[in-house]
């Protein structure tokens, strides 16, 4: 089944994203541990598997519309070298791929590529709902202090 160009490209886009979240996701969460910040770290790393099985779901779905998967492209990490400056970052990559799945989903819209829509409605929900933890993250290190909030990132919650 093809596709069009416009299509494939924003799909394209969105799995630049993923695999950049991939990697994003999965450095934060090893720095996590590796700080000992156990709670951190899990959540983290979850993310970072999450968006592995959406980038699988966004590569075939690519290669059904007979586009090609570009899986070269990554965009620029950003890492902080501080817990609250990694979730800060966080904040600001989630609002940024929100903004660009939104996009994507007009698009798709447009061109009445619902099963494509579907997709990335679906990437969208889990996007919105994780800006929505690390949004809480933040109005909890305001909240308690950052001391506080990382002492109770320590252990695993069970």
Known sequence: M??????????????????????????????????????????????????????????????????????????????????KEMITLDETFQHEQIDQLKSAIALCEEKKDFVSRGILSEILEYEEDYLDFVETQLHQIDAIGIENYLQSQLEEDE
């Open 2 to 83: 093809k596709s069009t160009s416009d299509i494939l490209d924003a799909l394209n886009g969105v799995l630049t994203t993923e695999l950049t979240s991939i990697n994003h996701y999965f450095l934060h969460a090893r720095m996590f541990r590796n700080w000992g910040f156990e709670n951190l770290d899990k959540v983290a790393y979850k993310k970072s598997i999450k968006d592995m099985k959406q980038a699988d779901e966004l590569i075939e779905r690519i290669l059904m519309l007979e586009g090609l998967p570009n899986l070269q492209r990554l965009s620029p990490l950003k890492v902080g070298e501080q817990p």
